[in-house]
């Protein structure tokens, strides 16, 4: 679930300027790219944007297509835990619906955000029990996830957050992943870092709803 999308973060080497190009820029109208941007929350203080903002088709987005990838290539002991509780980019409806998606980073950790202008009030299924603790090869090294729901403040019109602890090769990451839902538009934030706070998560979440809320009017 989130722990493979949460590697898939990590690749944010470009600069924001080589970022910032639009994978499909014809995809979106001028009200679509309005709303989206309104939606994405500012430079959190002490961090600087490390990928996007990119704008275009969530599926044609390069961040949608290196989490796709980074799920290819694990291996993973329950497979259908790889995309659980989150949106799914392979269905057509999905990957075609207008997104935008930025990163920030600093030394402590990193905050992926993605907002997506979904064409009805879906929202993705909570996480099944078995996939609350599975393992996974990711290039080469065993890594186990375990994830916790969060009892986090309900925002938007659905809401959900969690907290998974990846751990292998001695070393050890928490990937907390919010996702909150208002009307058709779902925000999708996850925050990668060595110690992850719930409450920090929750502030955080507050803030993205707040854009969320403007963005949906």
Do not use: W
Request: charged fraction near 15%; aromatic fraction near 4%; proline fraction near 6%.
């Amino acid at each position: 679930m989130v722990a493979i999308a949460g590697c898939s973060t990590g690749d944010t080497g470009q600069t924001p300027a080589a970022a910032a190009v639009s994978a499909s820029p014809g995809t979106l109208t001028s009200a679509d790219t309005a709303k989206l941007r309104a939606a994405l929350l500012p430079v959190p203080k002490g961090m600087h944007v490390a990928y996007g903002p990119e704008l275009g088709a969530f599926g044609s987005l390069k961040s949608t297509q290196q989490g796709l990838a980074a799920v290819r290539k694990a291996k993973l002991q329950r497979p259908e835990c790889a995309g659980a509780a989150q949106l799914d980019a392979a269905k057509p409806e999905v990957a075609q619906a207008p997104a935008a998606v930025i990163a920030f980073a600093a030394d402590r950790g990193s905050i992926t955000q993605a907002v997506v202008s979904m064409p009805n009030a879906a929202f993705p299924e909570p996480l099944s029990k078995q996939c609350a603790s599975y393992t996974a090869t990711v290039e080469g090294t065993q890594v186990s996830y375990k994830t916790r729901t969060l009892a986090m403040p309900a925002r938007g019109d659905q809401s959900r957050a969690y907290l998974t602890t990846a751990a292998g090769n001695q070393k050890n990451a928490q990937i907390g992943s919010v996702m909150i839902r208002r009307g058709t538009m779902i925000m999708s934030m996850l925050v990668v870092g060595r110690r992850v706070k719930p409450e920090g998560l929750y502030e955080l979440a507050r803030l993205a709803d707040q854009n969320l809320a403007r963005a949906a009017r």
